[in-house]
């Protein structure tokens, strides 16, 4: 396995691969980040001219993608190659414009981070349970999505499948978003009297935490995903505005107030639990599949079009066996619909 | 001491009392919520014609402040009286408007919450470590003062002094603020689709955790407040447009988004240590006082007068002596200043 950029996803990967005992290669610009990475054991040099690695995790910031994996499939440093930057069109896009056989690649997102960054920051256990979305499109090669599924289950990670525009769009309300308003909150407390800011206690803490975030990375990735951010910044933008308007108003206006505070409430009880781990049970598909290139792209694909979300994935590929089995975990009750949907274009459902 | 109010904050004031050996009294309108109360261990129920406790701790919402303590007065059920509602100046005025002998009810409040309400949420160490500041003014009598101060200490509080429209301001920028803040971004997760809260971690579980508190409870204390809280949100959307501007320019306009989560690192940085205690060396100001009426809430109008705000109160004051020993703990450096001011006022400073 090659690591590509060894910041702190990217070392994050290298320590929990070399964890599950994979052999893993390092590389990065900055010779000091790379040697930070190696003295924390999460891998050895890439050496010039080494054999192609089975795949390359390129952890770079979004908008240098598709030139570092152009780099490595014309260097031949891996034979397939994923990313882990917090968006997915723009990096998909790229390399659909820019790389030669662009099918080795498929763009994922491990949903995991920190607000200090670095390689020294790097946790071989950042990515256990926590959700890794994997973008699979009609051109996506087989091997670019069961190497990158692997090496998402080796780092302790659960693969989920979606378009790129959906994890755009569900990264922008559940990271993205969030991040901005931590900030916009933590910025009222720069430059307030002391005596106000020693009032502050656990509620605000909690509230800004992630505003501790480096503010250069964080501008690479909002204006990466700019758009899915505005829309729903659009939305609190018109829920503060009555706020505000309520907060002139006379008392009969307060049904307002609590309308908002509601749906907080709402939304709030919507979250998984405090673990960060959703505490759903999942009904499962299984579909059989053979080797051809592009099979499991378009299972994914053709589930997409089914109208349902696979959850969680795992493989089955017994080898020089043809034949392989996939499990798709879904929500319950979506099971039946998915499998009646899937056999209709063709697929084989098991059990 | 009497508690009138047995919800979260005024049962966890019986159980910090009772825990530090002191007997309570409680009254609540809701018969099961005193029953409750009491079951848990935060005092026993007041009976009609006791003798008067040394002070009422008024526990319900804002706007029933002033009317409890009247009926408390009247009744001779104490001879001072405190409150506990998270804004000041909307009961101190109606209690100055509406109360005879106003200056027997001073207005404090314990900075600690949950987002769960009811007795049956209470705790004991609710307060621990906790600011509880008590809003003087010229007014006030000493005793409601003394005793106040008395009982955030046996609360395991920290006692602070500000105005009344001072700590209106504090906690509209550090409780009131935030709590908006995080129901909007909350509100955003209602109606979501199930796989895009599904990706949700822990940093917007974090931003929205005090989203869950009670919207008949925040709709009130937002609209006691609403005048500073809207200031607060105001320069908030100021922000908030500046940010959404940027994200539809072009990439030389990057710069807003990093100059606004830069000020969110910055004001991030002010806050206090992860377990909300401020980790500061203060400076203390040793003032004798004798024990003509007033002299304490003069005092402190005195140390605001000189623009110096009281982190922390203590009272040495040897029983039937006319005289008392009170250190004022002010930050590094304020000390001098303070000092020198007070003496200019006429007090005798110790040391």
């Given at each position: 396995?090659?690591?590509?950029?060894?910041?702190?996803?990217?070392?994050?990967?290298?320590?929990?691969?070399?964890?599950?005992?994979?052999?893993?290669?390092?590389?990065?610009?900055?010779?000091?980040?790379?040697?930070?990475?190696?003295?924390?054991?999460?891998?050895?040099?890439?050496?010039?001219?080494?054999?192609?690695?089975?795949?390359?995790?390129?952890?770079?910031?979004?908008?240098?993608?598709?030139?570092?994996?152009?780099?490595?499939?014309?260097?031949?440093?891996?034979?397939y190659?994923t990313?882990?930057?917090?968006?997915?069109?723009?990096?998909?896009?790229?390399?659909?414009?820019?790389?030669?056989?662009?099918?080795?690649y498929v763009g994922s997102?491990?949903?995991?981070?920190?607000?200090?960054?670095?390689?020294?920051?790097?946790?071989?256990?950042?990515?256990?349970?926590?959700?890794?979305?994997i973008c699979a499109?009609?051109?996506t090669?087989?091997?670019a999505v069961?190497?990158t599924?692997?090496?998402?289950?080796?780092?302790?990670?659960?693969?989920?499948?979606?378009?790129?525009?959906?994890?755009?769009?569900?990264?922008?309300?559940?990271?993205?978003?969030?991040?901005?308003?931590?900030?916009?909150?933590?910025?009222?407390?720069?430059?307030?009297?002391?005596?106000?800011?020693?009032?502050?206690?656990?509620?605000?803490?909690?509230?800004?935490?992630?505003?501790?975030?480096?503010?250069?990375?964080?501008?690479?990735?909002?204006?990466?995903?700019?758009?899915?951010?505005?829309?729903?910044?659009?939305?609190?933008?018109?829920?503060?505005?009555?706020?505000?308007?309520?907060?002139?108003?006379?008392?009969?206006?307060?049904?307002?107030?609590?309308?908002?505070?509601?749906?907080?409430?709402?939304?709030?009880?919507?979250?998984?639990?405090?673990?960060?781990?959703?505490?759903?049970?999942?009904?499962?598909?299984?579909?059989?599949?053979?080797?051809?290139?592009?099979?499991?792209?378009?299972?994914?694909?053709?589930?997409?079009?089914?109208?349902?979300?696979?959850?969680?994935?795992?493989?089955?590929?017994?080898?020089?066996?043809?034949?392989?089995?996939?499990?798709?975990?879904?929500?319950?009750?979506?099971?039946?619909?998915?499998?009646?949907?899937?056999?209709?274009?063709?697929?084989?459902?098991?059990?």
């Amino acid at each position: 396995m090659l690591v590509v950029g060894t910041g702190l996803v990217g070392t994050s990967v290298g320590l929990a691969l070399t964890r599950a005992g994979v052999e893993v290669r390092l590389r990065d610009a900055k010779p000091e980040v790379l040697a930070e990475a190696v003295r924390l054991g999460a891998g050895r040099p890439s050496e010039p001219g080494e054999r192609p690695a089975a795949l390359a995790v390129v952890a770079v910031p979004p908008e240098a993608v598709a030139t570092v994996v152009g780099e490595v499939m014309r260097a031949g440093e891996a034979a397939y190659a994923t990313d882990v930057a917090s968006v997915k069109v723009l990096p998909t896009t790229q390399v659909r414009e820019r790389v030669p056989d662009p099918g080795r690649y498929v763009g994922s997102h491990p949903m995991a981070g920190r607000e200090i960054s670095g390689p020294s920051a790097a946790l071989a256990d950042l990515f256990d349970g926590r959700p890794w979305v994997i973008c699979a499109d009609e051109g996506t090669h087989q091997q670019a999505v069961t190497r990158t599924l692997a090496v998402a289950r080796l780092a302790g990670a659960t693969p989920m499948t979606m378009t790129a525009a959906e994890h755009d769009a569900a990264v922008a309300l559940v990271s993205h978003t969030p991040h901005v308003v931590a900030a916009l909150m933590a910025a009222r407390l720069s430059g307030a009297p002391r005596h106000e800011v020693r009032l502050a206690g656990p509620g605000v803490t909690d509230v800004t935490r992630i505003a501790g975030g480096d503010p250069e990375l964080w501008t690479e990735i909002l204006t990466a995903n700019a758009a899915a951010v505005r829309a729903v910044l659009g939305g609190l933008r018109a829920d503060l505005d009555r706020v505000m308007a309520a907060l002139e108003a006379p008392v009969e206006r307060q049904p307002v107030l609590r309308d908002v505070l509601r749906d907080g409430v709402d939304g709030r009880s919507r979250l998984p639990g405090k673990h960060g781990t959703a505490h759903t049970e999942f009904a499962t598909v299984v579909v059989a599949i053979d080797d051809r290139p592009g099979q499991l792209a378009r299972l994914f694909a053709d589930a997409g079009a089914a109208g349902v979300n696979v959850e969680d994935v795992r493989i089955e590929h017994s080898p020089g066996q043809p034949l392989g089995l996939v499990e798709l975990d879904v929500r319950p009750g979506a099971d039946r619909e998915l499998a009646a949907s899937l056999r209709e274009r063709g697929w084989t459902i098991r059990g």
